[in-house]
């Protein structure tokens, strides 16, 4: 004779039962995670951009900023930001474009997108709502709350070699990610070239903000796979850079 096999229990102990054990660990509770992973969370842990991408949060003195490099593919009222451009076309794009970095989809989740600084200075917005991308000033503040150019960027970048290319353990040293914002060394896309460089030895980031002499160029943030500066300089508006993205 043939007997039938167990069937099997759920957590209740019930054989083909289907009560299953909820977020907090209790079965048969409702609580379930939110869209940050949290526990019967309200969502106000992370912060989701137009096309629905979650960026976790960090406060750092009185600034709140996203840990993540901006990923986003619209502008805040919908229309798309336009991508793919060849290098005659992003050298001479005169709106806002994103490239991904060798058109690889792999780095671009990891590092974030590129961005031309058109795309930073549309008034239709790239940062999530209530959100927005620093000025030059802002990134001032940061820089010196946590201890000025010669030293913010060691503690701004993500500590150990997993994506930061560095030479030799005694070049981590100063990498120590002190201030939580885990800067990624994300590279750069040429602003006449149009060709990608620097993934995994620079970090470029956009500030909003132009230059004084009202010229071509725009303000931005650069750190090193060397050492522990964070240096303020301007680049080409063409220049494709990384964008992180501070409360309003």
């Known amino acids: ?9 759920d957590c209740a102990g019930v054989e083909g039962g289907t009560t299953v054990v909820d977020c907090s660990g209790e079965c048969g509770g409702s609580l379930v995670e939110d869209e940050c992973g949290v526990c019967d969370g309200d969502g106000s842990t992370c912060i989701l951009d137009y096309d629905g991408n979650i960026y976790s949060t960090i406060q750092i003195g009185d600034q709140l900023w996203l840990v993540e490099n901006l990923q986003v593919t619209h502008y805040n009222n919908g229309d798309e930001i336009p991508t793919n451009y060849g290098y005659f076309e ?13 058109e690889d989809s792999s780095i671009g989740q990891m590092y974030g997108f590129l961005y031309n600084w058109f ?4 008034e239709r917005g790239i940062c999530p709502i209530g959100w927005h991308v620093p000025s030059d000033d802002e ?4 820089v010196d709350y946590i201890g000025g150019e010669d030293i913010a960027g060691g503690k701004m970048k993500e500590s150990g070699h997993e994506h930061w290319g560095y030479y ?4 981590t040293e100063g990498a120590t990610n002190e201030s939580g914002f885990t800067a ?15 993934l995994g030895s ?3 980031f956009w500030s909003s903000t132009e230059m004084s ?13 060397e050492g522990s500066l964070i240096d303020r300089t301007g680049r080409d508006k063409n220049s494709g850079f990384s964008v992180r993205c501070v409360k309003d």
């Open 202 to 204: 620079d970090a470029y």
């Open 90 to 102: 992003w050298e001479h794009a005169s709106s806002g474009a994103y490239a991904i970095y060798d």
């Open 184 to 198: 990624l060394p994300g590279g750069f896309r040429h602003e006449s070239a149009g060709s990608f460089h620097s």
């Open 119 to 122: 795309a930073v200075g549309d």
């Open 168 to 171: 030799s353990d005694e070049a």
């Open 213 to 225: 002499d009202g010229g071509i160029p725009a303000r931005c943030r650069q750190l090193y796979k």
């Open 139 to 142: 990134f001032t503040i940061l």
């Open 1 to 9: 004779m043939f007997g039938c096999e167990d069937k099997e229990k």
